[in-house]
Each structure stands twice: as structure tokens, then as C-alpha cells.
């Protein structure tokens, strides 16, 4: 990379969403110490996940038809998600769970600002991209944004602990002149730095979780947002839909939304309770 035209990212967790049908009928016929057992099966695996550093794991029920489940996994490594999901289709619960979709994406942390501004510095160093030194000094600079308390946290945050979820993958527009692609940079920078407006006017009412997924999935992003009204969801990508990021160039695939709620729980979804709230890990 190192091409002035490519805004640089900083990458943290990989993100693996499943999506699942459940056979209600099927498990509600299932003599009652075996759903017991099923269901704590599942459990230990979700806090076996959830309790390391190198992985996470959330549960979500899906509001609709596009499923009944959503398990959301983090892992250090791209194999810690192959990991977890082998373990995952193992447990005797996926008898009673079809996948419907899935997404691979890794957590980044877009930086048109800093990528502009390490561009401009390493010229005035009168250095020119041609040098060694400055291929070297390019990216020691970006790998210090990681250091930047803004930044470095964000890349390895655990899952939030907000009620509601939701999830879609999109993509930027490359159709006749509205592509995204081949914007000018300084175009591109201006356009992100008003979406960054639009949605700091949501801090504290949302937490977002931005993923990329070129090269390993359908669409070029992942967004997750995670709130305590599922109201927030709607006036946020409504609003952002009036900004030329999205007005102009968003295209979007399946929404996926619902309820999160704690491993602890599981069992209270399985045997077709409402699920209580978060409780803290
Ligand atoms: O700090 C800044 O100025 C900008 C930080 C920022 C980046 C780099 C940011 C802020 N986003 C970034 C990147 Mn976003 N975001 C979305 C969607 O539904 C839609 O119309 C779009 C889906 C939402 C809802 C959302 C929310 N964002 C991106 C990217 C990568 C683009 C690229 O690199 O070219 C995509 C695809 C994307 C999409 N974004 C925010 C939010 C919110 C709420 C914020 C503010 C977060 C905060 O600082 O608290």
C-alpha cells in the first residue's frame, strides 16, 4: 500500500457474525433434562469464549425471519475464528440450528486524517516515496496511531454490553460517476470527516462497530451498532442517509437487528422465555 490515494486502517479483532434458524418445535420436544444439558453445553462454550483474552462472544435474538440467533465472535487471530466456529458446530444445540448467513470481517479504524497528515509530514522531511527511509518512517507513523489513546483501545474493545443490536454489511458505490473509488483522496477525506459529524451527534446513544471485509466477504464493510433504544438505529442511519457518504455513494445489504442477551440466559431463550437483560459478564 503506501499509496497516497489509500487511506490507511488500523486493524484490531476479527468478527465472525452467524446467523441461525432455530427449530423451536424440535427442542420443545426435547425431554426436559436434555435441553437442561444442551443449553449449559452451549453456555460454557459462549463464557469459555468470552472469558479469554483472544476471544469473545455475544448472543443476540433476531427480530423477523431472517433468523431466530445471532452469534457474534471475536478473535485475536483469523484461526480463533475457525476455532469458534467448529467448537460452536459441535455443541449438540446446532441440531437444532440451520445457518441462514454469516459474515467475515476484521474491526478498522479508518484514518483519511492521520493518512493525509503523514503524507504531508514525510514531505516536509523532504522525504519522497521512493526513498527507503521514507517507506520505513511511513509506517512507523501509522503503527503509532495504534499508541493514540483514542485509537489503540478501540481496537480491542470487547463486544458491547448494549440491549440492542444491529448488523449490515455495505459497500461504496463504483456506478458510472458516483464511485467511491475514484474520488480524489482530499474528496473522499472531506465526505468521511462530515460522517464523522453526523454520528459523534449520536455519542453516548450508540456505540459503532465498523469491520472490514474486502477480500474475505461479499460486501467491503461490516457495520455493527449497539444501543439501549432500538429507536437510535433508525434516527442514526436515517440521518446519515441525508449525508453524501450515504446519500451518494452507501449501498447496503441484509439488516439484521435484535435483542442481545447474556450466555446465562441461553437456556431462557431456548425453552421460549423473553430473555432478561444484559447482566455484566
Ligand atoms: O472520527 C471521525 O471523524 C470519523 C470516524 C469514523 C470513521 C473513519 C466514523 C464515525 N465512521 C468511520 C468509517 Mn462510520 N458508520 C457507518 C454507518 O448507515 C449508513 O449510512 C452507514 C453505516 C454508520 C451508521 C456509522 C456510524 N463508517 C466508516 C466506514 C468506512 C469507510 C471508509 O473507510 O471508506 C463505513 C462504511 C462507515 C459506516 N460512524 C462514525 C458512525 C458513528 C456513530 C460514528 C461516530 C463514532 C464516534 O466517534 O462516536
Known sequence: MRDPNVPESLEGWWILH???AFDRRGWDALPEKRRARYASHARDLIEHLRSREESDAGLAQIVGHKGDLMVTHYAREFDGLAYAQTLLDKLELREFLTPLG??????ELGMYDATGKIHA???ERGLTPQMPEWVAQFDELVRKQAESPYLGPRLWARIPQRRYVCFYPM???REGNDNWFMLPFADRAKLMTEHGKVGRSYQGMVTQVISGSIGFDDYE????????????FKKLVYEMRFDEASSRYGEFGAFWSGLQFSPDQLHVFLDGESVPQLTAP
Open 221 to 232: 464493510w461490516g457495520v455493527d451498532l449497539y444501543a439501549d433504544d432500538p429507536l437510535v
Open 171 to 173: 459497500n461504496k458505490k
Open 18 to 20: 452467524r446467523m441461525f
Open 121 to 123: 509530514e514525510l514531505a
Open 102 to 107: 454469516s459474515y467475515a470481517s476484521v474491526l
